[in-house]
């Protein structure tokens, strides 16, 4: 992830498959510090991901199928 993309303070963070090139345990830091990001810095992340393992420390899913979404979470 570039990291760089986070110096200037961001509202948000576009983070589009953050995870996918890691193992579990470095996906989890990455998805841990952006949660840390947002609590301490006020900032919102939009992560896509197919990545199921890191579902249940999103605040928020939205699902989508074939361009469409199927489910607000």
């Not at 345990?25 to 199921?52: C, F, I, P, Y």
């Amino acid at each position: 992830m570039p990291w760089r993309a986070l110096v200037g303070n961001p509202e948000i963070v576009f983070a589009d498959e953050p995870t996918a090139a890691l193992d579990k345990e470095s996906g989890l830091q990455v998805v841990k510090l952006l949660k840390q990001l947002g609590a301490e810095r006020g900032t919102t992340t939009l992560m896509v991901t197919h990545d199921n393992r890191i579902l249940d420390m999103a605040d928020r899913i939205i699902t989508m199928d074939d361009g469409r979404i199927v489910d607000f979470g």
